[in-house]
């Protein structure tokens, strides 16, 4: 039992031994693998390095073999430059916003459609021909004006309609979107019935630039109380932590632009009034000093003939013997013998014609006037 015993203690120890000296032998073959290895690239980089050198010439060899006898010394490590960490380009936040037509007849209905790339917060404005602005979005029946990122909006609801006013013009959309509902955009909220679209007293481009101004101030405090808090901490607790992104990824905006037109009213025509035939022009009598004084009639016995006188035109003087007689038609009493019988009148000028005038007989005249 003894020598068992001892047998079984040679045994362990031989085990113990073992144990010990494998992880050493193991490490010497792991090396002399290695070395193998190196043996054998260091002999494939010098037989490119004695191809290239039998290609280069004797001026480019001399300094070669110089960087060779370098590279025999040792291997230089190389120098680590630190490089920034450069953010890749992320999501940009956009908005648009189009009519569903590029021009309108006053009165005509109209639908306007709008998107944005995120959630956010949209404010809708339509500027006419005159210039004045108004607020169409949010409204008095439509207040909740925020969307979904991805989805396809469109105004008015069935509670209402946005029908075009004119004047006829070019007339614009602007669309703003914001990814948070910021407290200057609160009068922006509020409405009447009497004004449903309201003009507002800030204009969108000043409530912009409100904003954005706003907004980089917050940033910049932000960035300083990171960096206090930065500065505080222990290098192990420095960790990369993701930074939000500027203002002009919280803001986006678009326009649209269409026509209004005049709608076109047929008129009736005024009636044609009746045809009247222009009146004749009336001619006043002479003035007295372009006459001649009609001299006092001698009695009638002494006239022995008679004269009867029709004109065309009418209402002509008749002078006889120059003493004027009386107008156009008419009979007149005349002397025996040759009488002077004067026509005259203001347009067609004087016409004269002597007469034989017989006693107790009637002579008739026949006159056509021309100019």
Same mark, same amino acid.
Request: charged content about 25%.
């Given at each position: 039992?003894?020598? !068992?015993? @001892?047998?079984?203690?040679?045994?362990?120890?031989?085990?113990?031994?073992?144990?010990?000296?494998?992880?050493?032998?193991?490490?010497?073959?792991?090396?002399?693998?290695?070395?193998?290895?190196e043996?054998?690239?260091?002999?494939?980089?010098?037989?490119?390095?004695?191809?290239?050198?039998?290609?280069?010439?004797? @001026?480019?060899?001399?300094?070669?073999? #110089?960087?060779?006898?370098r590279?025999?010394?040792?291997?230089v490590?190389?120098?680590?430059?630190?490089?920034?960490?450069?953010? !890749?380009?992320? /999501?940009?936040? @956009?908005?648009?916003? *189009?009519p569903? +037509?590029?021009?309108?007849?006053?009165?005509?209905?109209?639908?306007? $459609?709008?998107?944005? =790339?995120?959630?956010?917060?949209v404010?809708?404005?339509?500027?006419?021909?005159?210039?004045?602005?108004?607020?169409?979005?949010?409204?008095?029946?439509?207040?909740?004006?925020?969307? #979904?990122?991805?989805?396809l909006? @469109?105004?008015?609801?069935?509670?209402?309609?946005?029908?075009?006013?004119?004047?006829? &013009?070019?007339?614009?959309? /602007?669309?703003?979107?914001? %990814?948070?509902?910021?407290?200057?955009l609160?009068?922006?909220?509020?409405?009447?019935?009497?004004?449903? $679209?309201?003009?507002?007293?800030?204009?969108?481009e000043?409530? +912009?630039? #409100?904003?954005?101004?706003?907004?980089?101030?917050?940033?910049? +405090?932000?960035?300083?109380?990171?960096?206090?808090?930065?500065? &505080?901490?222990?290098?192990?607790?420095?960790?990369?932590?993701?930074?939000?992104?500027?203002?002009?990824?919280?803001?986006?905006?678009?326009?649209?632009r269409?026509?209004?037109?005049?709608? *076109?009213?047929?008129?009736p025509?005024?009636?044609?009034?009746? $045809?009247?035939?222009?009146?004749?022009?009336?001619?006043?009598?002479?003035?007295?000093? *372009?006459?001649?004084?009609?001299?006092?009639?001698?009695? /009638?016995?002494?006239?022995?003939?008679?004269?009867?006188?029709?004109? =065309?035109p009418? =209402?002509?003087?008749?002078?006889?013997?120059?003493?004027?007689?009386?107008?156009?038609?008419?009979t007149?009493?005349?002397?025996?013998?040759?009488?002077e019988?004067?026509?005259? /009148?203001?347009?067609?000028?004087?016409?004269?014609?002597?007469? %034989?005038?017989?006693?107790?007989?009637?002579?008739?005249?026949?006159?056509?006037?021309?100019?």
């Open positions: 039992m003894k020598a !068992l015993w @001892s047998r079984i203690q040679v045994l362990a120890f031989i085990l113990a031994l073992a144990a010990v000296c494998a992880p050493s032998l193991n490490a010497k073959q792991e090396e002399k693998v290695g070395e193998t290895k043996s054998s690239k260091e002999k494939a980089s010098k037989d490119e390095k004695s191809k290239e050198g039998a290609q280069r010439p004797e @001026s480019e060899e001399r300094n070669w073999d #110089r960087g060779g006898e590279e025999s010394l040792g291997v490590p190389r120098e680590i430059v630190p490089r920034p960490i450069v953010p !890749l380009p992320g /999501h940009y936040f @956009s908005v648009r916003v *189009y569903n +037509r590029s021009s309108y007849y006053i009165d005509d209905r109209v639908r306007v $459609y709008f998107t944005a =790339s995120d959630d956010a917060y404010y809708i404005f339509n500027t006419d021909a005159a210039g004045v602005t108004r607020q169409i979005y949010p409204n008095y029946w439509d207040r909740d004006n925020s969307i #979904r990122g991805g989805h909006y @469109s105004i008015p609801d069935p509670d209402y309609a946005l029908v075009a006013t004119g004047p006829a &013009g070019p007339e614009s959309l /602007h669309i703003q979107a914001y %990814r948070k509902r910021w407290d200057e609160r009068p922006w909220d509020r409405f009447e019935k009497s004004d449903p $679209y309201p003009k507002r007293e800030i204009s969108p000043s409530m +912009r630039d #409100r904003i954005k101004s706003q907004a980089e101030e917050s940033d910049r +405090r932000e960035h300083e109380h990171e960096e206090s808090d930065r500065r &505080g901490r222990s290098p192990e607790s420095l960790r990369i932590q993701p930074v939000p992104p500027p203002y002009p990824s919280n803001f986006a905006e678009d326009w649209a269409f026509t209004t037109m005049a709608r *076109y009213t047929h008129y025509e005024p009636p044609v009034p009746p $045809y009247h035939p222009p009146t004749p022009p009336y001619y006043p009598p002479r003035p007295p000093e *372009y006459l001649p004084t009609p001299p006092v009639p001698p009695a /009638h016995e002494e006239w022995t003939g008679i004269l009867r006188i029709e004109t =065309s009418s =209402s002509c003087d008749v002078y006889l013997n120059g003493v004027y007689s009386g107008r156009s038609p008419g007149f009493a005349a002397p025996v013998g040759t009488c019988v004067t026509i005259y /009148h203001p347009d067609y000028g004087s016409y004269v014609t002597n007469v %034989r005038v017989r006693p107790y007989e009637t002579e008739t005249l026949n006159i056509r006037m021309q100019r």
